[in-house]
């Protein structure tokens, strides 16, 4: 299986996850939930050191590429490169630093791709105003967008304005398991609304700053289609509107500039829909996406709710569908995730037909377990075969949406480096590198020689690849 010529092999990570916060003068709400409830984070493991990018940037960097890694997507951390929120003042040893970190990259041959945010709301901004829950937060993010792009313009060719904002909603305003921790159904609509005007107003300030030609702004959104659970019609209702809340929410907006309609109907019957004006929806119609990214795990299976959505509830998008869990499906029991990779296939044809074949790419994708030490061998080598395998059979069904005329560009492995994972910490390594969290000693394991043969030779190589 030969990729076309160019398709570009990378690797994804963010400032958060793997920079550690060090001459950071801000807290994000990562940090902030951290430094008061450092008992919710696994093994007591937080945001501080993470992988310690911010100082071994020049060695990781040689690392990657020995595992063939040709791009990197990271992100720049609002509370690093902004000094005050409301004017957007830089902060000249966060710009110095990402100045520096881009250079290398070019320097070390690894093609820079840089998201705006990466669910890190600096914590000021979440407590006096709500974060996304306001407006005025979405006027700041603008402006921290700008001085992004004033700085970084001739250094970034590929700019994304946010990573997966259905997150943001499911972890902060409905599940909790972000901070906050707020469970508000409507609340999460005014957010999804919100988080679109910011990319929209962000889309607007790169095409009216940036004179990188060929330079381009995305987004990144975790997808994958709704699978209903049966034929039944009341299964087959509810997996239309999973589709609606859960993907099209922010993929319809990103690329035709509008909102599904049949979900603002929906809304708008349930009495919560988002507050907004004509110029915000204008604003968004006239401003959408270059390229999508598409980050991919786990496939989502709904059925009919228990309950009827008519019953007197609180409002949450989940009256309307239940996750469904497939009886005798393949799963990474360490992560509770089903295993299912014909889904990359599907999402690349929807792409194709429902949305005007955009190019886009794979931007994460890959297998975290926990305790990847039984793995080692006495050479300190980590065989995760199991990595490999998880990568070879989703790159098949990816490869075959790109024959059948899907026109995907890229596929970015999760992650480089064993990075920090919120508040799972530590607990499952995703990495191509091994990290020694103790000692940062970083080493390749046996996946990163496989993507390396990948990205070198531009064919899959077998699972049953052998070390060189």
């Known amino acids: 299986m030969k990729f076309p010529e160019g398709f570009v092999w ?49 060695n990781d960097l040689q690392l990657m590429k020995k595992a063939g890694i040709k791009a990197l997507r990271l992100s720049i951390q609002w509370s690093r490169l902004i000094q005050d929120f409301e004017t957007g003042t830089v902060n000249q040893a966060g710009a110095d ?75 902060q305003y409905l599940y909790q398991f972000h901070y906050p921790k707020i469970v508000d159904g409507p609340s999460a609509v005014q957010v999804a609304f919100n988080i679109n005007l910011a990319s929209a107003k962000a889309i607007a300030a790169f095409h009216q700053i940036n004179t990188n030609v060929g330079a381009t702004i995305g987004m990144i959104l975790n997808l994958t289609p709704a699978y209903a659970a049966s034929e039944k019609p009341c299964d087959k209702e509810a997996a239309r509107i999973a589709e609606l809340w859960t993907n099209d929410l922010f993929l319809q907006p990103a690329i035709r500039g509008t909102f599904p309609s049949s979900l603002v109907d929906l809304l708008k019957s349930d009495h919560v829909l988002w507050n907004a004006t004509g110029a915000e929806l204008d604003l968004i119609a006239n401003n959408q996406i270059d390229e999508l990214g598409v980050n991919y795990y786990h496939p989502f299976r709904v059925e009919a709710p228990d ?13 309307y569908f239940k996750e469904y869990q497939m009886p005798g499906r393949i799963e990474n029991v360490d ?48 065989h995760d075969d199991y ?7 989703h790159l098949v069904e990816l490869f075959r949406g790109i024959k059948a005329g899907s026109n995907c560009h890229g596929y ?38 496989w993507f390396n043969q990948l990205s070198h030779q531009n064919i899959l190589p077998p699972t049953n690849f052998k070390l060189p």
Not at 133 to 155: D, I, M, P, R, T
Not at 309 to 314: E, H
Not at 357 to 372: A, Q
């Open 307 to 319: 309950v009827s959505p008519k019953s007197l509830q609180d409002w949450m998008p989940d009256i």
């Open 97 to 171: 630093f990402y100045r520096r970190l881009f250079a290398t990259m070019k320097a070390t041959g690894i093609e820079p791709y840089v998201t705006l945010f990466h669910f890190d709301m600096p914590a000021d901004l979440q407590h006096q105003y709500g974060g996304w829950q306001s407006k005025h937060v979405v006027s700041l993010f603008e402006k921290y967008a700008k001085e992004a792009f004033k700085l970084y313009g001739n250094q970034i060719n590929h700019w994304f304005t946010f990573n997966e904002p259905k997150v943001i909603l499911d972890g």
């Open 387 to 393: 990595r490999i395998d998880f990568m070879h059979d």
């Open 10 to 58: 990378g690797a994804a990570s963010s400032g958060p996850q793997s920079e550690g916060n060090f001459n950071k003068i801000h807290q994000n709400v990562f940090d902030y939930w951290y430094a008061t409830e450092p008992g919710e984070f696994f093994q007591g493991v937080g945001p501080d050191l993470t992988s310690n990018f911010y100082n071994d940037y020049p």
């Open 335 to 382: 992560r509770g995730w089903e295993i299912y990779p014909k889904a990359l296939y599907d999402i690349a044809i929807s792409i194709k037909e429902r949305f005007g074949n955009i190019p886009w790419f794979v931007s994460e994708n890959g297998m975290g377990v926990s305790r990847e030490d039984r793995f080692m061998d006495d050479y300190g080598m980590v």
């Open 412 to 449: 970015f492995a999760w992650t480089a480096i064993d990075n920090w994972s919120w508040k799972n910490a530590y607990r499952n390594r995703y990495g191509l590198i091994r990290n020694n969290i103790h000692t940062q000693e970083k080493t390749l394991k046996k996946s990163a020689y």
